[in-house]
């Protein structure tokens, strides 16, 4: 059997194709399929060209593919767009079975093995998404850029604009991010930053969302800022946890697992110390743990989940070694 996994999101789109073992067939990356910050036009043609390089390296044709579940971001958030959405992909999948899900339930699949628990997603957006050993299911944040999205790469990369405004003012003393800023954008007058974020990157959200990595080198150069933003950034991921621990029925003494994904974690110990600090202040038992599978991983093994039924310790094990492998190539 074989079963086809995506992971949509705002700067890439990728697409596996594994067997009920978990070995991997087919592999293939995209642009950004963010119907929301493009179009369902772009949408579809994304999807479309990623599944056809994924069976064409797996030597299948769609109608082979005996389940699939594709991570859409944005999915369900606005209600005349899920139809929209899922006749398109019925059309690329020529009447195969599958099941569109929102981004954060494919990075949940994979950092958790589908198994229950909270995954926060925290790359050019941000959400968190949980589902207790009951199969209730809740999420939190995920609001969008300009109604939310906090903790997101483009919230941060929002916020170093703003602190390199102020430190070229004078209103906050200058520190490494400021000369970091300009020696990455190429500035030489500081006003040219307003050029470079209006003109030449639009202000579109997954440009701006590239200018997190600035303050990740700051940081390692002991930034005073960045460093600060990255823990409001922990503490925005921790009340987005917290609220969905509030949503679910986990018992009183449950060992609550909380993973995570997204581009955001890149930055380690910056983001992950705050926020476990956080998460030990409460009075609930949560350990935060390192994700299992990527998200695409995670959204093949839940189309093989919910086609068989099942998925064990052995399938999981498989994939991981395929993505170690995937990983090294």
């Not at 995209?30 to 056809?52: D, W």
């Not at 109604?147 to 070229?168: M, N, P, R, T, V």
Request: some cysteine; hydrophobic content about 40%; charged content about 25%.
């Amino acid at each position: 059997m074989k079963f086809l996994g995506i992971d949509g999101g705002g700067t890439k789109t990728e697409f596996i194709i594994i067997d009920e073992a978990g070995h991997v067939f087919g592999h293939a990356i995209q642009p950004a399929c963010h119907y929301k910050q493009t179009s369902l036009e772009t949408f579809e043609n994304v999807i479309r060209e990623g599944i056809m390089e994924a069976c064409h390296e797996s030597n299948i044709s769609i109608k082979d593919i005996d389940f699939s579940v594709i991570g859409v971001p944005g999915y369900g958030e606005i209600q005349e767009d899920i139809q929209s959405i899922d006749e398109i992909v019925k059309k690329i999948l020529d009447e195969t079975s599958f099941k569109c899900v929102n981004d954060a339930v494919v990075a949940w699949a994979g950092s958790l093995g589908c198994e229950a628990g909270i995954n926060i997603v925290a790359g050019t957006g941000a959400i968190g998404y949980g589902i207790d050993s009951k199969g209730n299911m809740a999420r939190a944040s995920g609001w969008g850029p300009f109604c939310g999205d906090e903790g997101s790469a483009y919230w941060l990369g929002k916020k170093a604009i703003e602190i390199f405004a102020k430190e070229s003012d004078g209103r906050l003393k200058k520190t490494p991010l400021y000369n970091i800023v300009r020696s990455e954008l190429g500035i030489e007058s500081d006003f040219d930053l307003l050029d470079i974020v209006i003109n030449r990157m639009e202000m579109k959200r997954d440009e701006v969302a590239k200018l997190a990595k600035l303050l990740y080198k700051a940081a390692k150069e002991d930034d005073i800022y960045a460093i600060e933003l990255y823990c409001n950034a922990a503490y925005e991921h921790f009340l987005t946890i917290r609220t969905i621990i509030d949503k679910l029925d986990f018992e009183p003494e449950e060992r609550i697992l909380v993973s995570y994904s997204g581009g955001i974690f890149n930055a380690g110990e910056y983001v992950l110390a705050p926020l476990e600090k956080h998460l030990k202040k409460g009075s609930r038992h949560v350990d935060l743990i390192t994700p299992i599978l990527k998200p695409v991983f995670g959204a093949a093994l839940y189309a093989l989940t919910i086609k068989l039924g099942k998925q064990n310790a052995d399938i999981i094990k498989t994939l991981m070694t395929e993505q170690e492998k995937w990983e090294a190539n």
